[in-house]
Structures are given as C-alpha cells and as structure tokens.
C-alpha cells in the first residue's frame, strides 16, 4: 500500500498572524523590573496541559529569579504552528515554545524516535526513558541536529484507533483508511497491521469521515473529545500503540545570552514545569475517556501483543534505514 495526501482545503492564515506578531514584538529585556522576558508559543488553548505547564514554567521561573526573568505565554498557534514556531526559534526570533517532534524530522532525523509505535511498555517505562540518561541523550541529539535546545519533556497522552466502523478483532483493520501524520515508522507499522495509512490535513479530519474519505484516525482520548471526533466514529480501540511525548525547547540564541545561573533557573523550571504538565495531561486523558463512553462511543480492547509481533519486523528494518537502531535499543533496553 502507498500513502494519500488528501488537502480537502488549504488555506491558513496563521502563519501571515504569526509574521504580524513577530514584526511588532522584541526579544530580550524588557526594563529594570525583569532584566529578561522570554516570549513562549505553543499551539494549546487555555484549558491544556500546554497552556497549563506553560503558566507553571513562568510562575517557577519568576520565583527562582526572584522576578528578573518573566515569560510571555501565547498560545492558541497565534505565532503559526509548530513547525513555523520550530523555525522561528532556529532563527532566534521566538525563545521557548512546545513542539510535537513528529513534526520537526525534516530538521532532526533524530526526532522521527518518537514517531515509532509500541515503543513504551508502559507509563513507568515512557517515564523513565524520558526521565533518564536515554533521554537526555536524545535530547542532546536533537538540540546538536538544529541549534534548539530541548529543556524538558511534556506529554502524556495515550493514543488509540478511532474509526467509524467497530474494531472487534484486527481483521478490522485490514483496509481501514486510518488519517496519520506523514513519518514512516507510523506509516509501515499501520501498513503492516493492514490499515491504509492516509495523511490528511488536522483541520480536515471531521469532514474527512463524515464524507468517507478516510475511515478513522490516531489520536489520544482528550483530542478525539475535544474535536469531537466521537460524532463520526463512534468506536474506539484501545491500542494504546504511542504515549505522547512533546519536547519544550528553547532557541540556542536565547541560551548563548542567558549567564550561568539564568541557564541553571531555566532547567530547573523546565523540568519541574514538566512533571507538572506530564501529570495533568495523563489526568486530562483519563477524564476525556470517560467522558467519550458516557457521550456513546463504544471502547474496543485490542491485543497489543498481537499487534507488535505483526509491526516487529517491518519497524525493524524501517528503524535501521533511518540510523535509529541505536536510539531504539537504548529506549526498549531502558529500566
């Protein structure tokens, strides 16, 4: 099977908002009463574990600088999406922002590790790679790979098949036009499980499955609800073949001008703001499962086990083929 490309509108004028904002906004300092405020962009609305973490990173930061260093927080991709904010920072021109590192591989090949289904056996596991030497081994890759540093880790969310048809057995995967994002691993994994992997606009997912031009997606409980995806395709199966990770990163530019201690208050209050936001996603994620139950979606067990074994050898070669074999070790082996 080969990938589609489907773009049933292709407009936006969030990068054209983001350009208008960078014109009229400066980095660096901001007066005497905060020697450095640090502009922070991510694509969440108020209510999200982003905007949430975000508002923890700022209130850690001020209180270990004793109000010299101040953050101004905006959200909802009024600086464009998370590419465009990726951008910016490799151009010094935005300092911190929450990046989703399925969609930064054209910068990092590195990044595209996340993107492997089934790389976590549990929360415990996901935690301790993303806590431990592992991590912050990657991390070094990626900050290597395009001058942005990554502070910290975010996310949380387990993602799920969600179609419109049941998913009573894998059987019900074969041909099933399931929307992902564009990184191969996903891609080769959900080809081998016999689904037909369909890369479609976010923004055109509803009308995708009301029309019939993809038949479900992967997603995690908390955006399947909040898109109301539910509507559409009512039935959801538990795979649970991804834990979410979010990089928070900062442009090495901002870093090169921050003294030793701002650098040493930075980290702490990126990874504290972290923990912070980690945890509230993994609640959010719980909750919104609920709530797609009592609001009638039908929850599909699927057997995990199952679908490794079919995923195992075509990931592996996939894996090699982008230098990941390493990485992927080092993730799996990790306790």
Do not use: C
Request: aromatic share 6%; hydrophobic share 40%; proline share 3%.
């Amino acid at each position: 099977m080969t990938k589609k490309w489907i773009d049933l509108k292709n407009t936006s004028t969030r990068g054209l908002l983001g350009s208008a904002l960078l014109a009229t906004a400066t980095l660096g300092f901001a007066g005497a009463a905060q020697a450095l405020d640090l502009r922070f962009g991510h694509g969440g609305t108020e209510d999200t574990a982003y905007q949430l973490g975000a508002e923890r990173f700022k209130e850690l930061l001020a209180e270990a600088s004793d109000g010299e260093m101040g953050v101004q927080i905006m959200g909802n991709s009024v600086l464009g999406h998370e590419t465009e904010m990726f951008e910016q920072q490799m151009a010094g021109a935005l300092d911190v922002s929450i990046i989703n590192p399925g969609l930064i591989t054209d910068f990092s090949p590195t990044a595209n590790v996340f993107s492997i289904p089934f790389l976590y056996r549990d929360e415990d596991h996901w935690s301790q790679v993303l806590d431990g030497e592992v991590g912050r081994a990657i991390a070094d890759q990626i900050t290597a790979e395009t001058d942005v540093r990554v502070l910290a880790f975010y996310g949380g969310g387990k993602r799920q098949v969600v179609s419109t048809e049941p998913l009573e057995s894998l059987d019900d995967l074969e041909g099933l036009k399931i929307r992902t994002n564009p990184t191969q691993p996903l891609i080769t994994a959900w080809e081998a499980l016999g689904a037909d992997p369909t890369v479609m606009q976010w923004s055109e997912i509803y009308t995708g499955l009301q029309l019939g031009a993809i038949d479900g997606l992967l997603n995690e409980a908390e955006w399947i609800h909040r898109m109301r995806f539910h509507e559409v395709a009512p039935h959801i199966g538990l795979s649970e073949h991804d834990i979410t990770v979010r990089l928070l990163t900062l442009s090495q530019a901002t870093w090169d001008r921050l003294d030793e201690s701002q650098q040493e208050q930075v980290m702490e209050a990126a990874t504290e703001s972290a923990s912070y936001a980690r945890s509230v996603q993994l609640e959010q994620d719980a909750e919104a499962l609920d709530l797609l139950v009592e609001e009638g979606a039908t929850l599909h067990e699927m057997d995990r086990e199952k679908m490794m074994e079919a995923v195992a050898g075509p990931l592996e070669s996939v894996i090699a083929d982008m230098g990941l074999t390493e990485y992927h070790q080092m993730i799996i082996n990790a306790e």
